[in-house]
Every structure is written in C-alpha cells, then in structure tokens.
C-alpha cells in the first residue's frame, strides 16, 4: 500500500522539491497550498515531471477554518496520512507590516501546532511529522531567560503557548531576537513537547533544518540548493529518532 504525504506550502520552494522526491519515491502526495489554483497548478506540473501521484489540498495554516476543511475533505476521502511535513513559513517581505510579528508567529509555530492538531485523527500509528526549522532559531540566538525557558525539558505545550501570546503581545521585540528566529526557537520546542505527547503512538516528531537555500525566501545568493535543502528536509520522514533537531540527517544543538 502506498504510503501518504502531506507536505504544507508544497506549492513552490523546498515543499514543492520535498514532494517531488516523495512523488518520484512512489508516494502519494498532497500538496498544502493556501491558493487554490496555485497549488493545482504545482500538481499538475509535479505529475507531469514524475509520473506520480500527486493532488493539491486547499491549506491556509494560519487559519483555524481550512484545516477544519481540510480535515473534513481528506476524512471524506478515506484518507490516512504517513508523513505531515510542516513546511509553510515566512520571513523577511513575507511578514512586513504592523502584524509582522502576530503573522510570523501564526504561520511559523502556531501554524504547525493548528495543522498537527487538526490532521492529528487522520495521521496513522507510527506516521512521521517533520517540523522544518531553521538555523536562525538556535537559541544561542535568544537571551539567557527566554532560551532557558524553552530549553526546559518539563515545558508543556500550554505553557509554550502562552509565552508565545506573551511575545506576540509584547510587540516581539524583548526575547533577543526577531519574530523569524523565536518562531523556529519556539517550533524546535514544539517539536519536543509533541514528541512526548504523540510516543504513545510511535508518532515521531522532527525539526528538520534546510540550511540556507536559494528559494524566494533565502535568496539568490544562498549557498545551497533546492535540492540539498530538500534532502536535509526529507531526513524526517523517515526518522525512527523522535523529538530531536536535525541537519543533513545529524543531530544539532536547537
Ligand atoms: N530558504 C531558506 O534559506 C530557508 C532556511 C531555513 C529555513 N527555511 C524554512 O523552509 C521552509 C520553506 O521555505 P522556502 O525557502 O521554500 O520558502 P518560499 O520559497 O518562500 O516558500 C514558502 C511556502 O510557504 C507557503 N506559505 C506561506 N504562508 C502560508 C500559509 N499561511 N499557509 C500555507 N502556506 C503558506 C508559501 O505559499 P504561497 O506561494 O502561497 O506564498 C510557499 O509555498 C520555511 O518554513 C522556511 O522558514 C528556509
């Protein structure tokens, strides 16, 4: 039987290359996109190149309502899922503005949390869910009181979640660093906290970083490429670690 992938933000960037390589690998892909055509539109040039098979699904991670409809289609549909890879993310231009901060937090870690929580029903026993982070989320970036707080290895999602709110509240500029870099702090955290609390169902959870990647976001001048970034990616979904912070498949300090 086929194995299932939905991979968030699948529609261009590192997501689109993860799916590809998960299409050419004989999966079935979903890719999450929160505009309709254009993630038809990276389905339908993803069959063509592969062969595989490969739909588009409808996915605004910042919004409560179409993971609601999301789920509802996939449950309709009689699907289960494999690997959830929480790739949607911005930075930089993506979240400029008076709601830069609350937009970044919204897609970066609650976004990831929303789709978990939501798609957590449809994903099967022993599924992987991939977190890709980032290396602007180390906490050595933070300062002493904020890293120590989400190091804490006794920290429970409601209490991350309300520091997060805290942050947001705050205008997000007293943690040491910016929005961009607590969001991936506070995703690596994520990863941890929903690695215990999924074990029970050999559910395994990962942060996975890219490096610095020519996509949209990182870049023309970065110096790796779509490829590499996806490859260090894909390294979690099919971990059998769990609750760990991953590069190029080795374990890195969050
Ligand atoms: N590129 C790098 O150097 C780098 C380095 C470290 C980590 N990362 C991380 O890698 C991941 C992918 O980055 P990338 O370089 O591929 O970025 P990208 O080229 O800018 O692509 C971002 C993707 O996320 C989607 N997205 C944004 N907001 C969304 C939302 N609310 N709901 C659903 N999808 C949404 C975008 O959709 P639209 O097309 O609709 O905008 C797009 O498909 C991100 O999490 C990023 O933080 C990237």
């Known amino acids: 039987m086929a194995r ?37 539109s990276a389905a339908t040039r993803l069959r063509k190149d592969t062969g595989g098979r490969v739909r588009a699904i409808e996915l605004d991670v910042t919004s409560d309502a179409s993971v609601e ?22 930075y ?5 503005g008076p709601d830069a ?23 099967r026993d022993g599924a992987t869910i991939t977190n890709v982070t980032s290396g602007l989320g180390e906490l050595s970036n933070l300062d002493d009181a904020h890293a120590r707080l989400l190091a804490d290895p006794d920290l429970g999602r409601d209490a991350l979640v ?9 205008g997000g500029t007293d943690w040491g660093t910016d929005a961009y870099g607590v969001s991936k702090a506070a995703l690596n ?15 395994r959870v990962n942060s996975t970083c890219p490096g610095w990647v ?6 023309r001048g970065a110096p790796r490429s779509v490829e590499e970034g996806a490859a260090s990616v894909l390294f979690g979904v099919t971990a059998t670690q769990t609750g760990g912070v991953f590069r190029d498949g080795a374990k890195i300090r969050p």
Not at 92 to 96: D, H, I, K
Not at 191 to 200: I, P
């Open 214 to 219: 020519r996509t949209d976001m990182g870049g």
């Open 4 to 40: 299932t992938a939905l991979i968030t933000g699948g529609n261009r960037g590192i997501g689109q290359q993860v799916a590809r390589v998960l299409a050419m690998d004989g999966w079935d892909v979903l890719i999450g996109s929160r505009d309709k055509a254009k993630g038809q």
């Open 162 to 170: 309300d520091a997060i709110r805290g942050f947001v509240a705050g």
């Open 189 to 203: 955290a994520l990863t941890r906290v929903l690695a215990k609390e999924l074990a029970g169902r050999d559910i």
């Open 92 to 96: 930089g231009a993506g979240a400029r």
């Open 69 to 90: 409809t999301a789920a509802r289609v996939l449950r309709d549909g009689a699907i289960r899922i494999d690997a959830l890879v929480n790739n949607a993310g911005i």
């Open 101 to 123: 901060v609350s937009c970044t937090m919204e897609t970066n870690f609650f976004g990831p949390l929303r789709v978990t929580l939501g798609l957590l029903s449809l994903l």
